[in-house]
């Protein structure tokens, strides 16, 4: 599940984890989404795709090592050669429309569930903000 702490609402609902080199490498190459069982496709350490080969336009959410949004790009086509974010660390791929529908926004915080990932336990960018969306209470930004 993929949250948007900020404004509590949903990004997505049954992410799929690009963990494996050939899920990284396929990607959405030739799938739709929900059509493959799932609503977004997630890569760790990751700032740049390709949406070469895509069958459909996608929306995109880079996020920083603070699961913080630090760029977003919407209806990408397919035979986009790069798409790159210098400070992302990871990327989510989502349908078109994801983004205007989840009102998600440049500096929001976005938390992808760890317990999804087995495999990303230990990695940084999953961290863990909160338990299930019925213990989601008021976020307010740390003095940071």
């Known amino acids: 599940m993929i949250v948007n702490l900020t404004n509590k609402r949903y ?3 049954n992410p799929f984890f690009a ?4 899920d990284r490498l396929q990607g959405m190459i030739g ?7 799932f609503d977004a ?11 070469l080969f895509m ?20 209806g990408l086509p397919a035979w986009l050669l ?13 349908p078109k429309g994801t983004i205007e529908h ?16 087995p495999e990303l336990g230990s990695q940084p960018v999953k961290k863990r903000i909160v338990g299930d969306m019925e213990s989601v209470v008021p976020y307010k930004e740390s003095g940071k």
């Not at 496709?41 to 949406?51: A, P």
Request: net charge positive; proline share 1%; aromatic share 10%.
């Open 11 to 13: 990004v997505a609902r």
């Open 19 to 22: 963990v494996s080199f050939c």
């Open 31 to 37: 799938r739709r989404f929900y059509d493959a069982g």
């Open 41 to 51: 496709m997630v890569f760790t350490g990751c700032n740049s795709i390709h949406t």
């Open 55 to 74: 069958v459909q336009k996608i929306d995109v959410i880079f996020l920083d090592g603070d699961n913080r949004v630090v760029g977003m790009r919407r």
């Open 82 to 94: 790069w798409v790159r974010c210098p400070k992302a660390v990871t990327t989510i791929e989502l």
């Open 102 to 117: 989840s009102r998600t926004d440049i500096g929001h915080v976005i938390n992808v569930f760890e317990e999804s990932v």
